[in-house]
């Protein structure tokens, strides 16, 4: 716990140091959803779909576009947090052929417009979007953070894919990031189909572990376990996971092999259970 302290202590001085001269603005409810490109396909393949989770660091590092660029043909659904509007990441959203993304914005930066959130991209178009903010908001910035919800049909069948994409609070309480996650877990439990929760959930003390865990079981929603789990972790406890409803898991990877961000990209192959 020390070394937890000693730890939030330097990096919140850090992001005084980095952060105090940008300005912040949280957008108005009507400004936070974008949306860039456009898909082709018509549905969702219940029989087999393949969902890439990456938190990219704002895109800050070194080979990041061309490294997404490269996994693209392979998935059908691309849940990326710390999203920052940079050229290249608009770029990506905005030309990317068969591709569409849902940008929904934590806060922009003042001085150049740039904003910061998460973003789920598809080859399907969404139906329905909406998003949620943290009720609290992160020291510092006072900014919140953001859980964007999509939906998308399925081929030959009447129910609908929910994707829940979340960037949790960090540098706050348990009880903090517990709000977070029972309000998402309130939309996924009145949704009539398979579901996915993913993203990078900031669990790095063992009470938010168990919170996550906890709420995760009450809806109904199984965790996609990884055998070269080298997914990031904090105080050695991981940060990043996939929870699916209603769905069968085919095959799940940490992609060792992409570099570009200080987090791990994952995937999952998934069914739908009929």
Do not use: C
Not at 40 to 60: C, L, M, P, R, T
Not at 93 to 111: D, L, N, Q, R
């Amino acid at each position: 716990m020390k070394k937890a302290i000693l730890f939030l202590a330097v990096f919140l001085a850090s992001q005084l140091t980095t952060y105090a001269w940008l300005g912040v603005e949280v957008p108005k409810d009507d400004k936070v959803l974008t949306n860039y490109g456009s898909s082709k396909q018509d549905s969702i393949n219940g029989e087999a779909f393949n969902v890439f989770v990456w938190n990219i660091y704002k895109a800050k590092k070194e080979g990041w576009d061309s490294q997404f660029k490269s996994v693209i043909k392979d998935y059908d659904l691309f849940l990326l947090q710390e999203m920052l509007t940079t050229e290249n990441v608009l770029n990506i959203f905005s030309h990317t052929e068969g591709v569409s993304f849902t940008g929904a914005t934590s806060f922009m930066y003042k001085k150049d417009g740039k904003r910061t959130g998460v973003a789920t991209g598809s080859k399907v178009e969404p139906t329905w979007q909406k998003f949620l903010r943290s009720k609290k908001r992160e020291p510092v910035l006072s900014t919140p953070k953001i859980t964007l919800f999509t939906k998308y049909p399925i081929k030959n069948s009447e129910k609908e894919l929910l994707v829940v994409n979340i960037h949790a609070i960090n540098f706050v309480s348990s009880l903090s990031l517990h709000s977070q996650l029972q309000d998402a877990a309130d939309i996924i439990k009145k949704h009539n189909g398979p579901s996915v929760f993913a993203g990078d959930f900031n669990t790095w003390t063992l009470e938010k572990q168990l919170f996550l865990k906890k709420i995760t079981k009450e809806v109904g929603m199984k965790e996609v376990e990884f055998k070269n789990d080298t997914r990031k972790k904090m105080f050695g406890f991981i940060l990043d996971f996939i929870f699916v409803k209603n769905l069968q898991v085919l095959d799940s990877q940490v992609h060792n092999d992409l570099y570009s961000s200080d987090h791990k990209a994952i995937s999952a192959q998934l069914k739908m259970i009929k």
